[in-house]
């Protein structure tokens, strides 16, 4: 059975600092991968999604994640922290050859910011 | 964009009463989604449908049920309230079916209060 791992359920960073939230997966094949992000009081937005292209996927707000098979990882980086990214963070796998199309969500890293 | 949109953001019901949650979407999309989100466990998937009168349980589907008469509304029923489902519910919609590469588009959620 497919699952996802996040490390660190609390990340705190100062502004301007990089941030790097960890994600790591369980499957016998490499699957699809989304990094979703959920402010107070709101639903969640996806940030990116790995679907088998290019291994290092940009999203929006200048955030990125590179997949590694190797590491069965994928991990979420942006470089410079902002206020307005103060939010949970979710990463997901779905199963590629499956046809329920259903997403497994990991437990989810809250991020603050420091000033 | 895809607006999925639920009925309350906040309601408070009391126990043994009945109680229903509506979700709609105006994308087409085949597929509908209601989780519970708890602190610290994620996303848990209640239900799920991927076509009109279809329904398939997630992983905690006690004391929940569903219905989808029309493609763009899924609801859920909550058959007699309890306080152990007081928790934030959050409907999503996503592609149809095998189209595991698509993410899912999330209301802004539920918070229901069971006293």
């Known amino acids: 059975a497919q699952s996802v791992t996040q490390l660190g359920s609390h990340v705190s960073v100062s502004e301007g600092a990089l941030v790097l939230l960890r994600c790591n997966y369980s499957s016998s094949v490499p699957p699809y991968l989304f990094w979703y992000v959920q402010y107070p009081n709101q639903g969640l937005q996806l940030l990116l999604k790995?679907?088998?292209?290019?291994?290092l996927v940009k999203g929006i707000n200048d955030f990125e994640a590179e997949f590694k098979k190797s590491e069965t990882s994928f991990h979420l980086t942006k470089p410079s922290a902002h206020m307005s990214d103060a939010a949970e963070y979710f990463c997901?796998?779905?199963?590629?050859?499956?046809?329920?199309?259903?997403?497994?969500f990991g437990s989810g890293t809250r991020l603050s910011i420091r000033p | 964009d895809v607006k999925v949109t639920q009925s309350s953001r906040y309601l408070v019901k009391r126990t043994g009463e009945k109680v229903f949650l509506e979700c709609v979407q105006d994308m087409d999309h085949e597929n509908m989604f209601w989780y519970r989100q708890d602190p610290g466990l994620g996303l848990r998937l209640i239900y799920f449908?991927?076509?009109?009168?279809m329904k398939e349980k997630g992983d905690i589907p006690e004391g929940y049920s569903v219905s989808r008469e029309k493609k763009e509304r899924f609801s859920l029923i909550l058959e007699s309230a309890s306080t152990n489902q007081t928790s934030m519910y959050l409907c999503?919609?996503?592609w149809g079916r095998g189209f595991s590469n698509q993410p899912q588009h999330f209301g802004d959620g539920t918070r229901l209060s069971i006293l």
């Open positions: 449908s991927y076509d009109v009168k």
């Open positions: 999503a919609s996503s």
């Open positions: 997901a796998v779905s199963d590629k050859y499956s046809s329920a199309s259903k997403i497994i």
């Open positions: 790995y679907t088998s292209a290019a291994t």
